[in-house]
C-alpha cells in the first residue's frame, strides 16, 4: 500500500481534493515510525502533534486520583489520535498516549496544520467534521457509561471496535469501559457460556 493510500481515502470521504491538492498535504505530513511502548505524550508535556494512524495500535489515557490508568481511547488504522485541547491551545496536557504496537504515522504539528489549512482551505470542512464524529462518539460513550450495564457497553464496545480486543490486553478495555479486569473476565465468561 502507498504511504498516502489510506489518508487520501479517508479525506476524500468528506473532500475531494485534486491530485495536486493531495501532493500539497502529502508534502506537509511528517512521516514517523513508533516503536510499541513508545510514549507519544506525558502529562505536563504540549502535545505538538495530531497524528493519523496509517498502522498500529496507540492508547490515550490519564492517571485517576488514586494513581489508576484510565483509557481515554484507542486509535488503530484510520483514526487521528492527539491531545487536542493541549494541541490547539499549547498548554500542558493532562494525559499520555502511548504506542501499543509497533505504528507508521503521519503527523500534523501546529505550523504544518496551520500551512494545511490555508493552502487548501477545503480541509476545514474534514477537521470540522472529525471532530463533530468525536463529539458525537464522546456524548454516546458518556450516556452508556451513566445509563449502560457493563456487558452492555463491552458489546458496543465489541460492535464499534471488533478488531481491538485482538490487539490490546483485557485491563485496557476494561479500563475503557470503567470496569476492573476481574469484573471484565466475568462478563466474558458468562457471555462465552451463553453463546455454547
Same mark, same amino acid.
Given at each position: ?32 515510525? #513508533? ?6 505524550? *506525558? ?11 496509517? *498502522? ?80 458525537? &462518539?464522546?456524548? &454516546?460513550?458518556?450516556?452508556?457509561? #451513566? ?18 480486543? *485482538? ?11 470503567? #470496569? ?14 451463553? &453463546?455454547?
Amino acid at each position: 500500500m502507498d504511504l498516502f493510500e489510506r489518508i487520501h481515502a479517508h479525506v476524500n470521504r468528506s473532500s475531494r481534493l485534486s491530485d495536486a491538492d493531495l501532493e500539497i498535504m502529502d508534502g506537509l505530513l511528517e512521516k514517523r515510525m #513508533i516503536k510499541r511502548k513508545t510514549m507519544l505524550l *506525558q502529562e505536563g508535556e504540549v502535545c505538538h502533534f495530531e497524528a493519523f494512524v496509517n *498502522q498500529g495500535c496507540i492508547r490515550s489515557y490519564y492517571l485517576d486520583e488514586n494513581g489508576f490508568e484510565v483509557t481515554l481511547q484507542f486509535a488503530i488504522e484510520d483514526w487521528w489520535v492527539s491531545d487536542i485541547a493541549s494541541f490547539h491551545e499549547q498548554k500542558p496536557s493532562h494525559m499520555f498516549i502511548e504506542a501499543l504496537e509497533d505504528c507508521e504515522l503521519l503527523v500534523l504539528n501546529p505550523a504544518t496544520k496551520e500551512s494545511l489549512l490555508q493552502q487548501l482551505p477545503s480541509l476545514e470542512r474534514y477537521f470540522r467534521l472529525m471532530v463533530q464524529r468525536n463529539l458525537s &462518539s464522546l456524548q &454516546s460513550r458518556l450516556f452508556k457509561t #451513566i445509563a449502560t450495564s457493563a456487558q452492555d457497553k463491552y458489546l458496543d464496545f465489541l460492535e464499534k471496535y471488533p478488531t481491538i480486543p *485482538q490487539r490490546v490486553p483485557q485491563h485496557y478495555i476494561a479500563s475503557y469501559l470503567g #470496569i476492573s479486569p476481574e469484573f471484565l473476565s466475568k462478563i466474558r465468561t458468562r457471555m462465552a457460556r451463553k &453463546s455454547i
